[in-house]
C-alpha cells in the first residue's frame, strides 16, 4: 500500500513539473523562449 502511495506521489509530481513547463513554452511574459524574463527590448542601464 505504502509503495502504492509513493508511486501515486512521484507521478503527480512529475506530471505537475511537466505541466508547469509546457505553460512556461507558452507563456509570452518572457522575451525567449527560457522563461527566465529576460527581453531584447528592455533599456539597459
Do not use: E, R
Not at 502504492?4 to 513539473?17: K, M, T
Not at 505553460?23 to 542601464?45: E, T
Request: proline share 0%.
Amino acid at each position: 500500500m505504502i509503495q502504492q502511495v509513493i508511486i501515486f506521489a512521484l507521478f503527480i509530481g512529475a506530471a505537475s513539473y511537466i505541466g508547469w513547463k509546457i505553460y512556461k513554452s507558452f507563456d509570452s511574459s518572457g522575451g525567449c523562449g527560457k522563461g527566465c524574463g529576460c527581453s531584447s527590448d528592455k533599456k539597459l542601464a
